[in-house]
C-alpha cells in the first residue's frame, strides 16, 4: 500500500471512537433512508401482489338461490377467465356455555379443494373442513373465545341449536370487503347446509374476468353481461361489486401511509446529511495540521483531495455495510408490522434492488456531497493555518491572527449581558460560558438545530394530527350516537318493539330504522358503486352528520338521499343538487343528492334516506328490521351489558333477535385502521428525533473535542468536575431548548400538512386540524432529555480529562 | 559569498578546513566553489504585516537576505522576534506583504507568483522543513512517514523509495526503529526521523525552524552534530532559526534577527550566562507539544 | 577545626520549619510512562518556598520546570513525595475534581499565553473563578472583579473580549483574574514569554508589589532580567534543583556544569573564627559560601591581621590559586557572627569544568583581577605580600 493510504487507512482503523461516530452518523441515515425505501416497496408491492394472489373475485353478485347450471353457464362465457358459486347466510353463534351470542356470516364453498376465487389462506389448523365442520376467519377470533379442536353452538331460525367442531383458521383477504357492516365468516362445505336447515343452493357469484382485471370499466362491462345473462335464467341479481385485481379494499390508507413515507424519506435524507456534513467537517478541522504537514512535504491539492475523498468513500462504505443488512431488516419488519394490522401477507425477506441502490447512493452520494465542501475548504487551506493550530475560528487570542473583528452577534450577546448587569441582573458567568460557546460554531449549530427542529416539529405534528384523527373519529361517533343497536332477523311494528322495550330499565328511547341497498350507476347505465342506504326518520337525533355540502334530511324527500364524501372517488365533482342514476330493487331511478357529509369510508359507501320514504318502497310502513336505542347511560360497558340484555330479553319475548350490539362498536371497525396510521406515524417521528438526537451528540461531542484547551483552564482556575459538566450539558440543553422553540413554531404547518396528506388520503377534503398540549409537552420533555443525555458522554469525558492532557491536547 | 564564511571560525575541524581551501579549490566531497557560490534564494526588502483587532503588526521590516549553496545559516532571536516569519516566508508557507522572494524553479522566480500548487512542488523538490514539534504523522510507522514524502512527489518507485528511506534512516542512525510507530520514540530520535524526511526527496536545501527547541541538551546537541555532518558530507544548505545563542558561533554565517530586522550576528547585549541568556521558544513547554 | 561534612549540599537547604512555608516539597519525584519506557522528570525533588517570596524558577526547556510548576498548582500529580501548599497537602487522598476546587480558592495561576476564555469580556474572565470557588457574595463579585481590574489598570477595558485588547493587557486581566478569589499563592508560568519588553516590565512590577503585600509568587522566566527581580531564583537542570549557592556564584556555568557541581560539592560546616584556608597551605577546594560571612585575611610580619575583603553568602574563594596553581595567598577564615557553611568542590573538576567553560572561566578570571587588584591596593600599603609574591616568580 503506498503511504499516503496507509495513512488513510490508519485514520480509519486508529481512532476508533470517531469512525465510529462519522460512520455512525452517516449509517442512520442510510438504515432510515432503506427502512422507508423498503417498506415503501414492500407494501406497495406486496400489498396488492398478496392481494391478487388471493385471487380476488373482479364481480361479485349477491342473488336469489340459484343452482349449478348457472355456475356452468357463466363459468363458460366469454371474457370470464372462472366463476365460483357459494351461499352466503348468517347464524347466530356462541361458545357453548356462553350468554353471547355472535353473529357470523357462514360461507358454503362449492368446493374447497377446487377453490381458485377469493382464496382462503389457512391460518391454523385444517384448511379443508369436513362434514359438518367449521373453519373461521380469523377475525372471528375477535368475538369468540374458541380453538382450534373447539366447537360452537350454531342458533338455527327455529330456535333450536347445532353444534360443530371449529377445524382451522382462515385468512380471507376478500371477507368484508366492500360491506361496512359485515360480520366475521364461518366456513363450511355444501354438504353441511342441510344440518343448517339450509338448502343447497348458492346465492353468490363470484367471478373473475379474463383480460385486464385492473380496469373498473371493462369489469364492469363483464359484470352486466353476467348479470344479464343471470337474470335471463331467472335469477334475480339483488347486488353487485366490482373491484380490481390488484386493488387491496384499505389501498387508501396505505397510499396515505407511502406518502407519508415518502415525504420522511426525503427529510431523513436532509436530516442526515447535515449531520454527515457536521461530522466531516469537524473531522476535517482535526486533520488540519494533517493536511498542512502533508502539503508542506510536497503534497499538492489533487492528492490531499483524492487522499480526503478516498477516507469519505470508506465512510460511507464502512456505514453501507452496517446500515443495509439492518435497512432491510428494519424495512421488512415495519411492512410486517402493517401487513399485520391492514391484513395482508408478504411475500417474504427478499433484496429488493430499488431501495439497496438507493441505499448506495444515499450512504455514497450524501457524504460526499457533504463533505465535499469541507474537503475542498482543506485541500485548499494554506499550509500556515494548517500549522498554525488557529483552526478552530474560536481558538486562540488573537495576538498574531490575521484581522479579526468582533462579529456582530458577539457584540449583541457582550452588550445584553451588560445591559442586564447594569439592572443589577447578573448571570452566572459559567453560564455565560454555555450560552456563548452555544453560538460559537454557527454553521454547526445551524446543521444540529436543522436536524433536531425538524425531528422535534414532525414528532409536536403527529401527536396533533393523531387527535386530528381522534378528534375526526369522535365526530364520526356523530353518525352512531345510539347506545344499542338491534337488529331482527324480520320487520317488526315499531310502536310494539317501542313499547316491549321501553319496560326495560333504562331505556329512555327507540327509534326505529330501515335499510335499503342501491347500486349507483353512471351514464352508460354500468354499476359503479353500490351504496348501503339508512333510513332513519328525518327528525332522527341519532345521526348528526358533518355535513360538507347541502343539507339534511326531511321527511317529505322523494328519491333524494344524502351520501357520505367517498362517492366522490367515482363520481368526482359530485354536488349536494346533483341527479344520480341509481338501481333501487332491480329498477332503475333517478335520485337527487340532497347533502354530502363526511365519512370513513373504507369499506363501502353509505346514505342516508328519510325513513318516511324509503318504508314506503320497502312497503313496511311503521315496521322495521332495525332499531336504535338510547339508554340512560352512555358509557360503553353499560352499552355493552345492555345490548346483551336486551338480546336477551327480546329473544325471550319471541322476537327474532339477529344481532345487538353496542351503537359505537361499528365504529370500531370503522376508525381501526385510523389507528394503524397513528401508530405508524409515532414510529416515523421517533426515527426522526433518534437522527436529530444524533446530531446533538455528534455536535456536543464535536464542541467538548474542540474546547478541551478551555474546559482544562476552567478547571486550572478551580472548575470542579460538576461545573465542567454544567458547563457542557447546559449547553446542550440551550441547543435543546431553543430547537424546542423553532420545532413549536414549525410544528403547526407540518401538522397542517400531515393531516392533509392523511385526510386527502382517506377522506377527500382535508378535514379541520386540532392542536395538543401533549405532543409539545411529550417533546418538550423528550427534547430536555435528549440533550441531557447526548450532552453526558461528552461531558462526563471533558470532566474525567486531567488539565495537563488538556493542555497537552494542542 | 564564500568570503563572509571564510572570515568565520569553524568549531568543527573538517569542514574548517574545507572553508580555508573555500575559494580556490575543491573539497573532497562533492561540492565544488561553483556551487558554493550559487545563490539558492534571496529575499529582497521583504515585509510582513499582519493586522490585527488591536492593530498592525510589523513582523518583518523589510529584510534582505541571501542563501548560498552549502553554507549553515543560522538566524539566532528571541521568540516573537519574527524568526518563524522568516522561515514562512523562505518556505512559501505564507504570503509577503511586500518585496519578494527569489527561489530557483527551473529559472529564477519569484515565489508568491506561484500558483499554491507550484510551491508546494518546487517546496517538495528543493525544500526539506523541520519543525520543533517534529511533525510526524501519528498514525504511519517511521519508514512510512519518511516514504509518504517520496509518494506524493513520486521521484521514486514505491520499492526504491523503502529502501531510500532506510538508508536515510541509517543515515540519522535509527534504523533500527524504522517501523515503529513516532510515539514509540523519544523526542530526539522523532527529530532525526523529521529530518530524515525533510531528505527523502533528497533537496539541496533544508529549512529548521527551531528543531533542538523541544529537546534536552545532549539530545540537541547530537542533532546539531547531525545537521553539521548533513552540510559536509551531502553538501545540503541549512537554514535554521533558533533562540539558543550559545549556538551561534557553530554555524557556518549567523545573523541576528531583532524585531523583524536582521543583522549581523553579536548584537545582543552581554549575556549572564550561556543558558540563561536564550529566550525560551515559543512553543516550549512540553504540554503543548502537538502530538 | 576539621568541619563536619555533609555527603550532599542539596540536603541543607531543605530545613524550613512549615509554619513559615508556603509550599513545601518533599521528595518529589515525578516519572512519565508511555510505551517507549519510563522517563523521569523530576528526581527527588526537595524545595520550600517562604511566604511572602518572590521566586523564579529558570531552566531550560525540558529541564522539567513546567512540570516542577505543575505540581505546585496540582495541574499534574506526582509519582512519588509529597507537595504541601499552605499547610494542606493537594496529592494525598483528593480528587482530581476536589484539586480543581481547591486551586480556585487558593492559588492564582497566570498562564504564557494568557488563557483568557474568549468568549467572555476581561470583567466575566475576572469574575469567573469567583463563580467556581464561589467565594464573595454573588453581587459582590463584579464590584471585586473591576477592583481587580482597577488594580491593573484594566478598568476601561472591562467590557471588551480578550481579542479587542493587545496581549500585554490580556495577560493583566489574566493576572486580575488569578487574583480575584484573593489567593496567598500566585503561580506565574513564563508570563511575560509572549510580551513586549515594556509589557513584561509592567508585570513583574504588578508581580514585586503583590509579594510585598504579602503574596507568595512563584514564577517560572527565561528572562535573566526579569529572573533577578525576583528575590530567590530557582534554577533545574534535568529534573534536578541547581543549589542556589552555585547558581549564585558562578552564574556563568551552563546548567549543565552547575548540575555536575551541585553533585559533586561538599558542605563543610565552620563554627565562628575557624580557620579555613591557611596561607601557604596547598589548596584543593574550590569554596561557594552558603551561609554566614567569611573574612580573607591577611598577616604582615608583625603578624597584625588586614582583613582585605569579607565575603557573603553567594560568593566563592580559592579560585585564584586553583586557576594559578599553588599554595593559598591569604588566610581564610569564617566569620566572627555565626558559622559558616560552604560548598567545596574538588580541584580537579573545577578545572575540568573551568576548561569547557570559556565564559565562566572569563568571568572567574575578571574577578581574580578585581581581588589581586584589590590586594595590590592593600599590599602597597602593607608592602608584604606581592612583594614577596612578585619575588617567588622572579625566582
Known amino acids: ?586 329498477r332503475d331511478e333517478i335520485w337527487q343528492i340532497v347533502g354530502i357529509f363526511k365519512f370513513v369510508d373504507q369499506e363501502g359507501m353509505i346514505g342516508y334516506a328519510p325513513f318516511e320514504y324509503v318504508s314506503k318502497i320497502n312497503r313496511q310502513a311503521n315496521r322495521a328490521f332495525s332499531y336504535r336505542i338510547v339508554t340512560e347511560r352512555h358509557d360503553r360497558p353499560y352499552q355493552d351489558a345492555k345490548a346483551e340484555e336486551l338480546d336477551k330479553y327480546m329473544r325471550d319475548r319471541g322476537f327474532k333477535v339477529r344481532i345487538a350490539q353496542a351503537g359505537s362498536a361499528s365504529l370500531d371497525t370503522a376508525v381501526e385502521s385510523l389507528d394503524i396510521l397513528v401508530t405508524f406515524l409515532l414510529i416515523m417521528a421517533i426515527l426522526t428525533a433518534i437522527v436529530g438526537a444524533m446530531g446533538l451528540t455528534g455536535t456536543m461531542g464535536m464542541n467538548v473535542l474542540e474546547r478541551t484547551r478551555e474546559i482544562g483552564i476552567t478547571r486550572a482556575i478551580g472548575a470542579d468536575d460538576s461545573a465542567v459538566m454544567r458547563t457542557v450539558i447546559a449547553e446542550g440543553v440551550v441547543i435543546g431548548l431553543i430547537s424546542f422553540g423553532l420545532a413549536v413554531i414549525l410544528s403547526i404547518p407540518f401538522t397542517y400538512l400531515l393531516s392533509m396528506i392523511v385526510s386527502v388520503a382517506i377522506f377527500q377534503t382535508p378535514i379541520s386540524v386540532v392542536f395538543t398540549y401533549l405532543g409539545y409537552a411529550i417533546w418538550l420533555a423528550l427534547v430536555l432529555t435528549l440533550s441531557t443525555v447526548a450532552s453526558i458522554v461528552p461531558a462526563r469525558n471533558a470532566a474525567r480529562m486531567t488539565i495537563r492532557e488538556v493542555l497537552a491536547y494542542e | 559569498m564564500g568570503k563572509v564564511q571564510c572570515s568565520k571560525k569553524f568549531p568543527w575541524g573538517d569542514f574548517g578546513l574545507f572553508c580555508k581551501l573555500g575559494n580556490f579549490s575543491v573539497y573532497v566531497g562533492m561540492m565544488t566553489v561553483q556551487t558554493l557560490n550559487q545563490r539558492l534564494i534571496e529575499l529582497r526588502d521583504v515585509k510582513k504585516i499582519y493586522s490585527t483587532a488591536a492593530g498592525d503588526f510589523v513582523a518583518l521590516k523589510g529584510v534582505n537576505l541571501q542563501i548560498s549553496a552549502g553554507e549553515f545559516l543560522g538566524v539566532v532571536g528571541k521568540s516573537g522576534a519574527g524568526k518563524s516569519t522568516l522561515l514562512n516566508m523562505i518556505t512559501g508557507v505564507d504570503r509577503l506583504t511586500r518585496g519578494e522572494v527569489i527561489v530557483n524553479n527551473g529559472e529564477a522566480v519569484s515565489i508568491h507568483d506561484m500558483a499554491e500548487d507550484e510551491i508546494s512542488g518546487w517546496r517538495g523538490r528543493n525544500l526539506g522543513v523541520i519543525f520543533q514539534s517534529f511533525q510526524l504523522l501519528p498514525m504511519l510507522t517511521l519508514v512510512e512517514n519518511i516514504t509518504l514524502s517520496m509518494d506524493l512527489c513520486g521521484n521514486f518507485s514505491p520499492r526504491r523509495s523503502r529502501q531510500r528511506a532506510l538508508e536515510l534512516l541509517r543515515l540519522v542512525e535509527i534504523e533500527e526503529h524504522a517501523d515503529k510507530l513516532p510515539a514509540l520514540i523519544s523526542g530526539g530520535q522523532q527529530q532525526r526521523v523529521a529530518i530524515a524526511r525533510a531528505l527523502a526527496n533528497d533537496p539541496p536545501i533544508l529549512v529548521a525552524d527551531e528543531p533542538t527547541g523541544s529537546l534536552d541538551s545532549v539530545t540537541a546537541d547530537h542533532i546539531f552534530e547531525l545537521f553539521q555532518r548533513l552540510v559536509m558530507e551531502q553538501g545540503k544548505t541549512i537554514v535554521m532559526v533558533t533562540h539558543d545563542q550559545s549556538l551561534a558561533t557553530r554555524f557556518s554565517r549567523t545573523l541576528s534577527i531583532i524585531d523583524g530586522e536582521v543583522g549581523e550576528f553579536p548584537s545582543q547585549t552581554d549575556a549572564k550566562s550561556e543558558d540563561e541568556a536564550v529566550a525560551p521558544p515559543k512553543w516550549r513547554f512540553p504540554w503543548r507539544r502537538w502530538k | 577545626m576539621s568541619p563536619r561534612r555533609k555527603s550532599r549540599a542539596v540536603s541543607a537547604q531543605h530545613a524550613m520549619t512549615s509554619a513559615e512555608a508556603m509550599i513545601d516539597m518533599h521528595g518529589v519525584v515525578k516519572r512519565f510512562k508511555n510505551v517507549a519506557g519510563e522517563f523521569t522528570v523530576l528526581k527527588d525533588i526537595n524545595l520550600t518556598i517562604k511566604r511572602g517570596e518572590f521566586v523564579s524558577i529558570v531552566g531550560k526547556s525540558g529541564s522539567g520546570k513546567s512540570t516542577l510548576l505543575n505540581m505546585i498548582t496540582g495541574i499534574d500529580h506526582p509519582t512519588e513525595g509529597k507537595v504541601v501548599i499552605d499547610g494542606a497537602d493537594i496529592y494525598t487522598g483528593v480528587t482530581e475534581s476536589q484539586r480543581s476546587k481547591w486551586r480556585g480558592r487558593n492559588l492564582g495561576i497566570v498562564f504564557q499565553f494568557f488563557q483568557l476564555l474568549p468568549m467572555l469580556t476581561l470583567l466575566e474572565n475576572a469574575m469567573l473563578p469567583m463563580d467556581y470557588a464561589d467565594v464573595y457574595g454573588f453581587d459582590e463579585r463584579p464590584a471585586r472583579a473591576m477592583e481587580m481590574l482597577e488594580l491593573v489598570g484594566l478598568e476601561e477595558f472591562a467590557n471588551k473580549l480578550p481579542l479587542l485588547v493587545s496581549t500585554g493587557q490580556q495577560q493583566l486581566a489574566a493576572i486580575a483574574r488569578a487574583l480575584a478569589c484573593d489567593p496567598p499563592l500566585l503561580v506565574a508560568d513564563e508570563p511575560t514569554g509572549n510580551l513586549d519588553t515594556k509589557s513584561a516590565s509592567t508585570i513583574i512590577d504588578l508581580f514585586e508589589e503583590l509579594a510585598r503585600r504579602g503574596k507568595t509568587v512563584v514564577m517560572v522566566t527565561h528572562d535573566p532580567a526579569l529572573a533577578s527581580r525576583a528575590t530567590r531564583n530557582i534554577i533545574i537542570a534535568d529534573g534536578e534543583l541547581i543549589n542556589e549557592t552555585i547558581a549564585k556564584s558562578l552564574p556563568w556555568l551552563r546548567h549543565r556544569h552547575m548540575m555536575e557541581f551541585t553533585k559533586l560539592a561538599e558542605t563543610r560546616i565552620y563554627p565562628p573564627k575557624a580557620t579555613i584556608i591557611s596561607r601557604e597551605d596547598p589548596i584543593e577546594n574550590f569554596f561557594m559560601i552558603q551561609k554566614g560571612e567569611v573574612e580573607v585575611v591577611l598577616y604582615d610580619r608583625k603578624k597584625d591581621e588586614t582583613v582585605i575583603s569579607r565575603l557573603q553568602p553567594g560568593e566563592f574563594f580559592g579560585e585564584m590559586e586553583l586557576l594559578r596553581g599553588g599554595k593559598a595567598l591569604a588566610n581564610v577564615r569564617a566569620g566572627a557572627g555565626e558559622a559558616v557553611e560552604t560548598l567545596t568542590i574538588k580541584r580537579e573538576d573545577f578545572k575540568r569544568v573551568m576548561d569547557i567553560s570559556p565564559i565562566t572561566a572569563d568571568a572567574v578570571g575578571k574577578i581574580v583581577q578585581q581581588r589581586l587588584e584589590a590586594r595590590r591596593a592593600i599590599d602597597s600599603r602593607t608592602g608584604g605580600f606581592l612583594a614577596r609574591l612578585r619575588k617567588k616568580r622572579n625566582v
Not at chain 1, 70 to 79: E, F, G, K, M, Y
Not at chain 1, 165 to 175: C, K, L, R, S
Not at chain 1, 500 to 510: A, R, S
Open chain 1, 1 to 586: 500500500m503506498k503511504p499516503r493510504w496507509r495513512k488513510i487507512f490508519h485514520d480509519l482503523i486508529d481512532n476508533k471512537a470517531r469512525t465510529l461516530l462519522v460512520v455512525f452518523s452517516i449509517a442512520v441515515g442510510v438504515f432510515s433512508i432503506g427502512v422507508i425505501a423498503g417498506s415503501y416497496q414492500y407494501i406497495s408491492n406486496d400489498m396488492s401482489a398478496s392481494y391478487a394472489m388471493n385471487r380476488p373475485a373482479n364481480v361479485e353478485l349477491r342473488t336469489i338461490n340459484f343452482d349449478d347450471s348457472v355456475l356452468s353457464s357463466i363459468r363458460n362465457r366469454r371474457n370470464v377467465a372462472d366463476a365460483e358459486a357459494r351461499r352466503v347466510f348468517n347464524m347466530r353463534v356462541r361458545t357453548p356455555g356462553s350468554d353471547r351470542w355472535t353473529t357470523l356470516d357462514m360461507v358454503a364453498f362449492e368446493s374447497f379443494e377446487d377453490n381458485s376465487i377469493n382464496l382462503l389462506a389457512p391460518v391454523a389448523g385444517k384448511a379443508i373442513p369436513a362434514k359438518r365442520e367449521v373453519l373461521l376467519e380469523k377475525s372471528a377470533l375477535r368475538d369468540l373465545v374458541v380453538d382450534v379442536g373447539g366447537s360452537l353452538e350454531f342458533e338455527l331460525p327455529d330456535g333450536s341449536t347445532k353444534i360443530m367442531p371449529v377445524v382451522g383458521f382462515v385468512q380471507d383477504t376478500a371477507a368484508g370487503a366492500g360491506d361496512f357492516l359485515a360480520s366475521p365468516s364461518g366456513y363450511i362445505t355444501l354438504d353441511t347446509l342441510p344440518y343448517l336447515a339450509q338448502p343447497k343452493l348458492y346465492n353468490r357469484m363470484f367471478v373473475t374476468v379474463a383480460g385486464d382485471g385492473d380496469d373498473p370499466s371493462y369489469i364492469r362491462e363483464v359484470g352486466a353481461a353476467v348479470k344479464d345473462s343471470m337474470e335471463k335464467s331467472d335469477v334475480i341479481v339483488l347486488r353487485s361489486r366490482i373491484a380490481e385485481t390488484h386493488r387491496h379494499p384499505l389501498a387508501d390508507i396505505v397510499n396515505a401511509v407511502l406518502g407519508i413515507l415518502l415525504a420522511l424519506g426525503i427529510l431523513i435524507v436532509f436530516l442526515s446529511s447535515s449531520l454527515i456534513s457536521n461530522t466531516l467537517s469537524a473531522l476535517l478541522n482535526q486533520h488540519l495540521r494533517h493536511i498542512g504537514v502533508i502539503k508542506l512535504i510536497g503534497g499538492q491539492r489533487r492528492q490531499v483531495f483524492l487522499m480526503y475523498f478516498a477516507l469519505i468513500m470508506a465512510f460511507g462504505v464502512l456505514a453501507l455495510l452496517i446500515a443495509v443488512p439492518f435497512g432491510g431488516i428494519g424495512a421488512y419488519q415495519l411492512s410486517l408490522f402493517i401487513a399485520d394490522k391492514l391484513d395482508f401477507t408478504l411475500l417474504g425477506y427478499r433484496l429488493l434492488p430499488l431501495p439497496f441502490f438507493i441505499q448506495i447512493a444515499v450512504g455514497l452520494l450524501v457524504p460526499l456531497v457533504s463533505g465535499l465542501a469541507p474537503v475542498v475548504a482543506g485541500s485548499r487551506v494554506t499550509v500556515l493555518r494548517a500549522l498554525s493550530g488557529d483552526i478552530a475560528d474560536d481558538g486562540k487570542p488573537a495576538s498574531r491572527a490575521d484581522g479579526k473583528r468582533l462579529s456582530w452577534f458577539d457584540w449583541i450577546q457582550v452588550k445584553a449581558t451588560r445591559v442586564l448587569a447594569v439592572r443589577g441582573l447578573h448571570v452566572p458567568r459559567p453560564f455565560v460560558i454555555s450560552l456563548r460557546n452555544t453560538f460559537r460554531r454557527k454553521s454547526r449549530l445551524a446543521l444540529t438545530l436543522f436536524t433536531l427542529t425538524m425531528g422535534g416539529a414532525i414528532f409536536i405534528a403527529v401527536f396533533n394530527v393523531r387527535v386530528t384523527l381522534h378528534d375526526y373519529i369522535g365526530r364520526i361517533e356523530n353518525y352512531f350516537r345510539a347506545d344499542v343497536t338491534l337488529d331482527f332477523d324480520q320487520a317488526y311494528r315499531i310502536q310494539e318493539i317501542e313499547r316491549v322495550l321501553k319496560k326495560v330499565d333504562g331505556v329512555t328511547q327507540v327509534e326505529g330504522w330501515q335499510f335499503m341497498g342501491g347500486e349507483l350507476m353512471d351514464t352508460n347505465g354500468n354499476v359503479v358503486e353500490n351504496i348501503a342506504l339508512l333510513a332513519p326518520p328525518s327528525n332522527s337525533e341519532l345521526v348528526q352528520p358533518i355535513l360538507v355540502d347541502g343539507r339534511w334530511l326531511r321527511s317529505d324527500d322523494v328519491r333524494k338521499m344524502t351520501v357520505s364524501e367517498g362517492l366522490r372517488k367515482s363520481f368526482p365533482g359530485l354536488r349536494a343538487g346533483d341527479f344520480v342514476n341509481m338501481r333501487v330493487n332491480g
